[in-house]
């Protein structure tokens, strides 16, 4: 992943967790033999869609008060971040669901953080995974010196 400036890693993140929340909406929606259109999905999710900005602006903070902690630049690790945007995300989603009339019902409530966290910390997990498999075995030990045998000096 270092291959990529932040900007565009970060992204992707944005990008790959809406995706995870509109693929948690349209399994959801299908499970209760709801109409899985285009319209329906966008009346379920937006309230989530919502909570993934608001996750994502909480990420931005968390890491700015990093620098100013810390007094030099820090990135939120992948995981981390999405440690940040699960809670918010399912936490804005059901305020804005509470507001706009949609149901909000403790199994819901308790569904939706099971699901969103399965989701956005599953997508991480595999890219984690994905990226310490493609990497050469020169790197896989990156930072770690290994010993060099001594040399055996003939006579």
Do not use: K, N
């Amino acid at each position: 992943m270092a291959a990529y400036p932040w900007t565009v890693r970060t992204l992707g993140a944005v990008l790959a967790d809406a995706v995870s929340v509109v693929v948690f909406v349209a399994i959801g929606r299908d499970a209760h033999h709801h109409v899985v259109g285009v319209a329906g999905i966008a009346s379920t999710a937006w309230p989530f869609l919502a909570g993934v900005a608001v996750g994502w602006a909480a990420v931005a903070v968390v890491a700015v008060v990093a620098v100013v902690a810390a007094r030099r630049r820090r990135r939120l690790g992948l995981v981390s971040a999405g440690l940040v945007v699960w809670p918010v995300t399912v936490a804005v989603g059901m305020v804005l669901r509470v507001m706009a009339g949609q149901g909000t019902e403790a199994a819901f409530i308790a569904v939706a953080l099971a699901f969103v966290g399965l989701f956005l910390l599953g997508w991480r997990l595999a890219a984690l995974v994905a990226v310490r498999v493609r990497r050469p075995p020169a790197q896989a030990g990156a930072g770690v010196e290994m010993p060099t045998p001594p040399r055996v000096s003939e006579p």
